[in-house]
Structures are given as C-alpha cells and as structure tokens.
T-cell receptor
C-alpha cells in the first residue's frame, strides 16, 4: 500500500538529548514536510523539502534539523536547543509545493514527550 | 503571523442539519485551498479542495465556497452526521508556498 510511515508512534526523551523522528513515503512524491501540533495551535510548519538534498525552514525551525538524502525519507531531529519539544509531530508529502491539485498526505504522527 | 485563520474553535450542530465552517486568509498569493479532517492522535486526512479560479467545489455532502475578494472560504456539510465529528483544518498554498494551516475548528454533531 502506498503511504507515509512515521515511526515511532510514541517517543520519550530525556531533557538535553537529541532525538530523530523517522518519516518514509512510497508515493513517489517530490515534496515532504514536517509539522508540529500543539493544543489550540493548529499545525505549524517546521521544515519542508521540495527536492532531494534541498530543504527550507518553516515558521518554527529553531531547535530542529532535517536532511533529505533520499526522495523517500525526510527525518527530523529535535535537538536539545528546542525549548518546548513535547508535541505531536506530523510528516506529510505531496507531489509538489504550492501546485494545483497537490494535496498533502499525512502520516499517523509521532507523539514526543520530554521527561 | 497567522496567514490562515479559523476564528471559531468549536461548533455544535444537530444531526441532519447543515454545518458551516469558516476560514479567512491574509496572503493574496494563496491560490489553492484545502480542507482536512482530523481525529485525535491521527494524521489529518484530505477532504476537499478548491483553486482560486473557481468559487465552488462540491463532493457529495461537502461543498467548499471561495470568496476571493473577501479572502474567505467556507466548508458546508449537508446533512451533518455524527461521524463528521472531528477537527477540521483549513489550509492554503500558492506557488512556492508550503501548506499553511489554520488552528482548526472542532465540530460536534449531536444525534
């Protein structure tokens, strides 16, 4: 089945540690995104990538890093510099950025909790 | 600064009646608009979209209306069903713009 897989679904991290969230897609999409959801805040864009080896910062990129070495994969690292990392993280992909008919498809999310 | 705004955090509607969810945007470069439905602890699922060259798009019980001059769109669900209870997100994009989401409206459809 084609889709987006995020792993793990739940992740616990000690304060001060970096952690990497996985996102894989087999939809052959060029664009991939990371969003963060907090209560009452909607979905806020962290980073996005339109093509392999290229990515752009979103609205809340501070304390996060990404890589796009393969078309299928767009891992997100939450670093110790991120002040409030506890959140629900969503990965998405689409065939392009800002093009007609290019709705984004989402993974099931990763709930990160800092303990 | 929020470029997509959903000013109603919640909405309660009786089963069988119409649900109207509203969304406003500020960026005139946005030309493609989408609605997503989301359940707790799951990823959003795409519902319906509209491009700026149209003012209405219909798909079954769901219709999206776009008023470009007012920078406003709305999602109508008719008739509403209990299974429609979820959080609905409005999103907008344009050439070179990643999807911008509103804060969502929680819809509750009561029997």
């Amino acid at each position: 089945d084609g889709g987006i897989t995020q792993s793990p679904k739940y992740l616990f991290r000690k304060e001060g540690q970096n952690v990497t969230l996985s996102c894989e897609q087999n939809l052959n999409h060029d664009a991939m995104y990371w969003y963060r959801q907090d209560p009452g805040q909607g979905l806020r864009l962290i980073y996005y990538s339109q093509i392999v080896n290229d990515f752009q910062k979103g609205d809340i990129a501070e304390g996060y890093s990404v890589s796009r070495e393969k078309k299928e994969s767009f891992p997100l690292t939450v670093t110790s510099a991120q002040k409030n990392p506890t959140a629900f993280y969503l990965c998405a992909s689409s065939s392009g950025v800002g093009l007609f008919g290019t709705e984004a498809f989402f993974g099931q999310g990763t709930r990160l909790t800092v303990v | 600064d929020q470029q997509v705004k959903q000013n109603s955090p919640s909405l309660s509607v009786q089963e069988g009646r119409i649900s109207i969810l509203n969304c406003d945007y500020t960026n005139s470069m946005f030309d493609y608009f989408l609605w997503y439905k989301k359940y707790p602890a799951e990823g959003p699922t795409f519902l319906i979209s509209i491009s700026s060259i149209k003012d209405k798009n219909e798909d079954g019980r769901f219709t999206v209306f776009l008023n470009k001059s007012a920078k406003h769109l709305s999602l109508h669900i008719v008739p509403s069903q209990p299974g429609d209870s979820a959080v609905y997100f409005c999103a907008a994009s344009g050439a070179g713009y990643a999807l911008n989401f509103g804060k969502g409206t929680s819809l509750l459809v009561t029997p």
